[in-house]
């Protein structure tokens, strides 16, 4: 029996190295049996049911994603005209109507406002006596008019301010 300089035997030394290959076996056949379950699965995900592969719907999906994007960036422009559009409309109106003479019944005179989200637009008011009416018209912005306004014509534009919709 031989003895390495440490003082442990040859065969000993000899076991050891056949465990130390014996675990190494196993501890492969481990790994190898996983990763044979992993090709299983990995071949099953890349094989649709339709036939195509993962790879191929991944590709359609990432393009049909981007014809999306540009087709969104469209509508966001789109959008954007519509809004700005919109806040320039007359969106909002109010209307006063009420006798601008004791002697008129009815309530035939009326004041109307028309503004956008901003407050500009227009007051039309109508004056009526028993032998004539009068229509006056009188720009706004931003709520005020450049012309001298009436009592009911402010109550219009209040009315529209405060967000009566058409």
Excluded: C
């Excluded at 195509?52 to 087709?71: C, I, K, V, Y």
């Excluded at 012309?147 to 402010?154: D, F, H, V």
């Amino acid at each position: 029996m031989g003895v390495f300089q440490t003082g442990i035997p040859v065969e000993w030394m000899l076991g050891a190295m056949g465990m130390l290959l014996a675990l190494t076996w196993i501890l492969l056949i481990f790994v190898y049996s996983r990763l044979r379950e992993f090709q299983r699965s990995y071949l099953s995900l890349q094989t649709l049911i339709s036939g195509g592969t993962l790879d191929s719907l991944l590709r359609d999906a990432l393009e049909h994603n981007r014809d999306l994007g540009a087709g969104l960036e469209q509508v966001d422009s789109r959008l954007k005209k519509v809004e700005h559009k919109l806040r320039l409309s007359f969106t909002h109106t109010g209307i006063i109507r009420f006798n601008a003479f004791d002697n008129m019944g009815s309530d035939l005179s009326f004041a109307i406002a028309f503004t956008n989200q901003e407050g500009d637009g227009l007051v039309l008011s109508s004056i009526n006596s028993r032998e004539e009416s009068r229509v006056y018209a009188k720009p706004l912005a931003k709520g005020e008019s450049s012309y001298p306004l009436s009592a009911e014509e402010k109550e219009a534009i209040n009315k529209a301010l405060d967000g009566s919709k058409l």
